[in-house]
């Protein structure tokens, strides 16, 4: 396992670092996740279509996902009452703004994730200033939230192995329409005066991944806030502890990095309510630091279909992202969701990467823990 006091001590005799200060106010170069990441990047940079032949032979992962998301797609328009007018293959021949070109209707789909549409190893980035740890595990994340409903698929694969990754827990968050966190109270998140919002977890959860490492959730698209692109975050815990109460605890995650979308679609749910009544400044992708420095790399968006004629029918997205199963980095929470309700971190300096977290600050959810496959 590669632990972070080995990647602080090898650090010490990198190279420059980014900077990506400017771009993520909490994300500073000599910082333990800037160094974690220089290394990250020059030492792992493999990608999914390397394991292309070997996803197809061992149980057709691709041909199963082209399969399933098809199924899911249209079982969320089912769900909203949206006419099926067409199946998946043929929204995918559609000018649907991904980065995909020439798709049609029998584009095979190890083709979703080859070129530019593939999704290396991630580049490991800061969780951000906003991760809330004891989460519900859960499909659903709107807790009431307007907006324009998204699913989004992730199915991780592990790139030692080239095999899909079962029975990991992966937590999803992001802003809502108005480029607000729940689970936090700060300065540049909404109210900072409303303590009630630790308590809150819109547009957070977690969910475990299947035996074909697939994870689904259903939020709203995310909203933008000052500094940043729209975007989503996600952490993979191989080790934690699942409660009774329906969330789960984790102190340590094998990835954690940040997925985001096409800014013409971006532009089109911007212009919708409740999003034209963001008045914080709207960062477009390319003035995105994080964005920028995951794309020399990777491709981080999101592929995605309408499920009707319009974003107000809602939106499915899909992403396969290669992870490092070896790997296990700490990581620090701004607050955690217990039975109580939200409790900050008084030392988490608003989260962060790189340090063990203090587990004697940090309270856990009431209840008893659960035994699953990757506590």
């Known amino acids: 396992m590669v632990f972070v006091s080995s990647i602080l001590s090898a650090a010490l005799a990198a190279s420059a670092l980014v900077e990506l200060t400017a771009a ?29 032949d070997e996803l197809s032979r061992r149980g057709g992962v691709y041909e199963k996902a082209k399969v399933r998301r098809e199924q899911f797609a249209r079982d969320a328009r089912g769900a909203r009452g949206v006419p099926y ?7 995918l021949n559609t000018d649907h703004h991904s980065n995909l070109t020439g798709v049609t209707n029998n584009t095979d789909a ?6 530019n549409s593939s999704c290396v190893l991630g580049p490991e980035t800061t969780e951000g200033p906003y991760y809330v740890d004891g989460e519900y595990v859960r499909f659903d994340l709107r807790d009431g939230q307007e ?66 490492g697939v994870i689904q959730f259903l939020s709203i698209f995310p909203g933008h806030y000052t500094g940043r692109a729209i975007h989503i975050h996600l952490a993979a815990h191989q080790n934690g502890t699942f409660f009774s109460n329906g969330t789960f605890v984790s102190s340590n995650v094998s990835h954690v990095g940040q997925v985001f979308f096409d800014q013409d679609l971006i532009d089109t749910v911007e212009a919708t309510s409740p999003y034209n009544t963001n008045t914080q400044n709207l960062t477009t992708n390319s003035d995105d630091g994080i964005l920028a420095e ?13 499920l009707g004629d319009d974003v107000s029918e809602g939106i499915f997205s899909w992403v396969a992202l290669g992870i490092d199963t070896t790997s296990s980095y ?23 990467m790189g340090g063990p977290p203090d587990g004697s600050s940090m309270p856990v959810p009431s209840g008893s823990a659960v035994p699953s496959a990757s506590a």
Not at 110 to 115: K, M, N
Not at 175 to 195: F, L, P, Q, R
């Open 24 to 52: 993520h106010p909490h994300y500073h170069p000599g910082s333990p996740e800037a160094i974690k990441r220089s290394i990250f990047q020059r030492n792992a940079r493999r990608s999914l279509a390397g394991c292309q």
């Open 85 to 91: 007018k067409r199946d998946l293959d043929t929204v």
């Open 110 to 115: 190890s083709t979703l994730f080859t070129g």
């Open 147 to 212: 907006g324009v409903d998204t699913y989004v698929e992730v199915q991780l694969i592990d790139v030692n192995t080239c095999e899909p990754v079962p029975d990991v827990y992966v937590d999803f968050w992001h802003a809502n329409a108005t480029g607000v966190y729940s689970g936090v109270t700060a300065g540049g998140n909404g109210n900072s005066d409303d303590e009630t919002n630790l308590d809150s977890t819109f547009c957070r959860g977690l969910q475990q991944t299947d035996s074909d």
């Open 294 to 306: 995951e794309a020399a790399d990777i491709d981080p968006f999101l592929e995605y279909v309408l």
């Open 330 to 352: 700490a990581i620090s929470a701004a607050s955690t969701l217990t039975e109580d309700g939200g409790v900050a971190n008084e030392n988490s300096g608003m989260g962060g």
